[in-house]
């Protein structure tokens, strides 16, 4: 009896020490794509930067539910995808990231602890008022939102849908080849379509009616961009299967440097 | 009394010096003495024996010896000479103090009518019957008078130390005997200087003083001082120190107010400490627009006060419009890199010029003047380096500077007066290789000799006493309020061991880890040579932004004041500035220029002008020339003369180069200074009557200082011997010793 009541009050003091103290713990769920994927050896080391991946509600026009589920859009890619773009960025750059992503939601607070999310099939996603808000509350603090992984008209007006509603006074414009977030590392100027794993199948560099990249985003009052909107390229695929012989080199080059660009942008602006 | 018992007035004895006028030797007078003392033991102890014993006897024989060395001293004439001034052949100076301060009126009539009252009660026609009198108005500036009445304008301030050297300098062909001052003794100059003392004691002029006012008032407040810092930035936040002091008030409530003319800019309600005390009370205010401003200070009138007058203080501030630049070093991305940006781009006083290592051999620069600036990375040049104001330095290991750039920065601080600021990080302080010198020299705290001090665990933040008033950590006016709000701010994502504080140096914030354990100093300050270093021990404080509402600028003001706090005191090649920017009653404005070369080494060979613009069209330039002793500062003075606001521009030229310029702002009031201690000043007037021979009168002792004048070596004297046999004391201490001798002897029944 005293061990059970011993036992009880070290946990409510964790879960106290937790909710007061903790960003919340690591935890990997089950993709669409991949179920049981390795842990780096390092995963639990402490780090400045942090993969946060939202997870999100899909859309009911796509059947969806709220994400209580881990076998939804927001998982495509995971955790795969962000581990190779994390180990680029610490090859690539001085950053030092952690192994791991960390899934992040707009249920509570905890998103506050996590200034860089990364948002994929954003032509799925559903948001609730409060969420709203709170992504809203979120961009404006300083957080940086980056989506990818979306195609096509329709899938634009599900992410506009929820997009508009978030920052309603708030255009979505075209990011000019001038903006420094296309030559904070690497220069920019002469980017193409970066297809996702459907190429390996379809042989096109497109889905749906996107026939051409769209590198878009959202800016704050100083002029610093807000939301990176990555529309009609599948940046996310292209890490993923970055190791992959059949996936072209370029694409995945490109991919990383626009991931560099966009994480090392969010970190200095 | 005293003439009664002792013949003469007391100045005789003061003045005099006691001799003996009989014919024989001194010594035989002490032989005399000491054989009668003897003759008479001889006698009592011998003839008395069984009367007359032991303490009895003992008392017996010090009477009877007491009135026989009376009685021999009294045969040996003993006389006092003293030097007196002879009649109608001396002039008496009569200064009568006609400042402001001498027109207020206490009981009914102001100081100056009571003195008035006291020269023509009789003290002038007794004077005259003795001596000439010139009489003469005092206060900023000396006038002769033929007549007390009508009065005048009073002088706007008191400047006794000037006049007096006037009327001496005067008195040197003239037989001035005696001074007689009547003043309430306050004086604006700061006291009589010991210049001023020594020519009077030189001429042997004694100056007699009678003091007018009261001592204290019964209800009065006074703002004493108040201290504001001569220049700032715009926009920044600035702390009035306002000193004041009451009588009479102890335990009220008032209200302290900090205006720049019609706006408030500050309010606070205070309550009186103890009585006469200085009390110090802080007004947080914001420095507002670029721009010269009057600010006033001033506490509330209070009921029954009895000048009102000195309840406020004006001061200058420079609002300067510069926009200093500071330029910070980042060794990788880092979360509090882009929020400390964030915070300083608020901010539009401020530039702030970054170097970031993206990559091992990559840097991105971010504001920086032109494409060109800073492209080779971090400065390896004086020239470069010491165009900033202040440096960051972050996550970047000290091994990244090379030797010369590390002892360039050590030279910033020491030699160019500028800021330096270490973070915490896993590549700063002890972890950055920062525990050896040069940068363990400069740093507030003696970092710790290991790695591993940098910890990504969450800790709170508690400010410690002194940072609960400092400004780089006031996130709210009321110290108390802003000490809980610092306790309430989120966690820090991680903190840093940055060893024990220095002596000198000022820790204003602990970190405390979330886990328990030991509390660290997270920011500490010190100064350096001529600039200052600060340290924040901790890489975390990003989550201050991103865990509070948008609406709220705890973490921009921070970061803002802690930047301005860097380059706040960051001097140009041109300094200038003068010791007081208000000058009350003072024409003499003193300017000061401290000039530097390229390397901020001190410029000796320049030319250095003052250009002053001020009131009534008044222009003038006035050349500064060096100041012998110390290398690169050059100074001037200048009268001016109508009230208001001035500005002077100081120009340095070497050769053909322009050093640079400086701008400082001054303003001259009149009428200000006489409302200020405006009690009477006691110690004033006893200590300048103490030191040149003269004494010091209430206004009811005068009948007394006709009569002590006329002592006095300066003027045409005569030496007076006066005889002190016929004193009525000797006879008294004669009947006294004898009688009591009786008395004894009746009591003990061995008469």
Not at chain 2, 707 to 733: C, H
Request: net charge neutral; with cysteine; aromatic share 10%.
């Amino acid at each position: 009896m005293r061990l059970r009541l011993a036992l009880l009050a070290a946990a409510l003091t964790l879960i106290t020490f937790g909710a007061l103290y903790g960003q919340r713990e690591f935890r990997q769920y089950m993709g669409a794509e991949y179920y049981d994927f390795p842990l780096p050896p390092d995963w639990d080391q402490k780090s400045e930067f942090v993969l946060g991946r939202l997870r999100y509600s899909t859309h009911p026009m796509f059947g969806g539910s709220r994400f209580r589920g881990s076998n939804e859009w927001w998982t495509i890619d995971y955790p795969r995808g962000d581990r190779h773009v994390l180990e680029g960025l610490r090859r690539l750059t001085r950053l030092n990231a952690r192994s791991v992503e960390q899934v992040v939601d707009l249920e509570d607070d905890d998103i506050f602890n996590w200034p860089w999310i990364y948002a994929v099939e954003v032509g799925h996603w559903v948001l609730d008022d409060d969420q709203v808000k709170k992504l809203r509350e979120y961009l404006l603090r300083g957080g940086f939102m980056m989506t990818d992984d979306f195609h096509g008209t329709l899938e634009w007006e599900v992410f506009t849908q929820t997009m508009s509603r978030v920052f309603p006074d708030r255009p979505i414009v075209d990011i000019d080849n001038k903006d420094p977030i296309f030559h904070v590392l690497y220069d920019l100027d002469e980017r193409f379509q970066v297809p996702g794993a459907q190429y390996f199948y379809s042989g096109r560099a497109y889905e749906q009616d996107g026939f051409e990249a769209r590198w878009r985003g959202i800016y704050d009052d100083k002029g610093r961009l807000m939301v990176a909107i990555c529309h009609n390229v599948d940046l996310g695929d292209a890490v993923e299967h970055s190791d992959e012989p059949r996936y072209p080199e370029k694409w995945a080059s490109m991919a990383y440097r626009i991931w560099v660009n966009y994480v090392i942008y969010a970190m200095t602006h | 009394m005293f003439e009664f018992f002792f013949k003469y007035p007391a100045a005789v004895f003061s003045k005099g010096e006691v001799v003996l006028l009989g014919g024989w030797p001194a010594w035989i007078l002490a032989l005399l003495i000491a054989g009668s003392a003897a003759a008479i033991g001889y006698l009592v102890w011998r003839r008395g024996g069984r009367l007359v014993t032991g303490a009895r006897a003992f008392t017996v024989w010090a009477l009877q010896s007491m009135l026989a060395a009376l009685i021999l001293v009294l045969l040996w004439h003993p006389a006092v000479v003293v030097a007196t001034l002879k009649p109608q052949q001396n002039i008496v100076a009569v200064l009568v103090d006609e400042s402001a301060s001498m027109a207020m009126v206490e009981d009914g009539s102001s100081r100056r009518q009571k003195a008035v009252e006291v020269l023509e009660g009789g003290l002038l026609e007794k004077l005259g019957e003795r001596f000439q009198i010139r009489m003469y108005r005092a206060g900023d500036g000396l006038e002769r008078l033929e007549k007390l009445n009508p009065a005048k304008d009073p002088y706007p301030a008191t400047r006794l130390a000037a006049d007096l050297k006037q009327v001496v300098t005067e008195a040197s062909g003239l037989p001035v005997g005696a001074v007689i001052l009547l003043s309430d003794g306050a004086e604006n100059a700061g006291g009589i200087d010991l210049e001023t003392i020594t020519q009077i004691r030189r001429q042997r002029i004694p100056v007699h003083t009678v003091g007018f006012g009261r001592e204290k008032f019964a209800r009065d407040l006074e703002v004493s001082d108040v201290q504001v810092p001569a220049r700032t930035l715009a926009d920044s936040r600035l702390a009035a120190q306002v000193t004041f002091r009451q009588t009479g008030y102890t335990g009220t409530k008032a209200r302290i107010t900090l205006k720049d003319g019609g706006k408030t800019l500050a309010a606070k309600e205070v309550t009186m400490g103890g009585e006469g005390r200085p009390q110090t009370e802080s007004l947080l205010f914001n420095a507002g627009a670029a721009g010269a401003k009057t600010l006033e200070a001033s506490i509330e009138p209070l009921q029954g006060e009895e000048n009102a007058k000195n309840n406020r203080q004006a001061r200058v501030v420079n609002v300067d419009n510069a926009k200093p630049r500071i330029l910070y070093l980042e060794g990788e991305p880092r979360w509090d890199y882009k929020f400390i940006r964030r915070a300083a781009e608020e901010d539009r006083h401020l530039e702030l010029v970054s170097i970031l290592r993206t990559t091992p051999n990559k840097i991105y620069r971010q504001g920086i003047a032109e494409p060109k600036e800073l492209e080779s990375g971090f400065p390896s040049t004086v020239d470069e380096l010491f165009s900033f104001q202040a440096i960051v330095l972050g996550s970047v290991e000290a091994a990244y500077l090379t030797a010369t750039q590390q002892e360039l920065i050590k030279q910033f601080v020491d030699r160019r007066g500028g800021g330096l600021l270490l973070l915490g990080s896993r590549s700063g302080l002890s972890d950055g290789g920062y525990n050896r010198p040069p940068f363990s020299d400069l740093l507030p705290v003696t970092l710790p000799d290991r790695k591993g001090t940098f910890v990504r665990k969450p800790a709170n933040v508690e400010l410690t006493a002194a940072g609960k008033d400092a400004l780089v950590t006031r996130l709210d006016e009321n110290s108390e309020k802003n000490a809980e709000r610092w306790k309430k701010l989120p966690y820090l994502l991680s903190y840093q061991d940055p060893g024990d504080p220095k002596p000198g140096a000022v820790v204003l914030a602990e970190s405390i880890p979330a886990a328990g354990g030991k509390r660290y100093p997270l920011l500490a300050t010190q100064n350096y040579g001529r600039g200052r270093v600060a340290v924040f021990a901790s890489g975390g404080s990003w989550r201050w932004q991103m865990q509070m509402p948008v609406e709220d600028q705890s973490h921009e003001m921070f970061w803002q004041q802690m930047l301005r706090w860097l380059v706040e005191g960051t001097p140009t090649r041109v300094t200038a500035s003068t010791p007081k920017t208000l000058l009350a009653d003072e024409r003499t404005l003193k300017i000061r220029a401290e000039v530097k070369d390229r390397t901020y080494l001190p410029a000796g060979d320049a030319r250095v002008v003052a250009n002053i613009v001020g009131p009534n069209r008044v222009s003038a330039s006035v050349d500064l020339q060096p100041d012998p002793v110390e290398p690169g500062v050059y100074e001037g003075e200048w009268n001016a003369e109508p009230a208001g606001s001035y500005l002077v521009e100081v120009l340095a030229q070497r050769g053909n180069e322009t050093v640079g310029r400086d701008v400082l702002t001054f303003r001259r009031e009149d009428g200000v200074a006489e409302n200020f201690r405006a009690e009477q000043n006691r110690e004033v007037l006893e200590q300048l009557s103490r030191q040149t021979g003269g004494r010091y009168y209430r206004p009811s002792e005068v009948s007394r200082l006709a009569k002590e004048v006329e002592y006095s070596e300066a003027g045409i004297a005569v030496r007076e011997t006066k005889d002190l046999w016929d004193m009525p004391a000797f006879f008294l201490l004669a009947l006294v010793l004898k009688s009591s001798e009786w008395l004894l002897r009746r009591r003990w029944g061995v008469i």
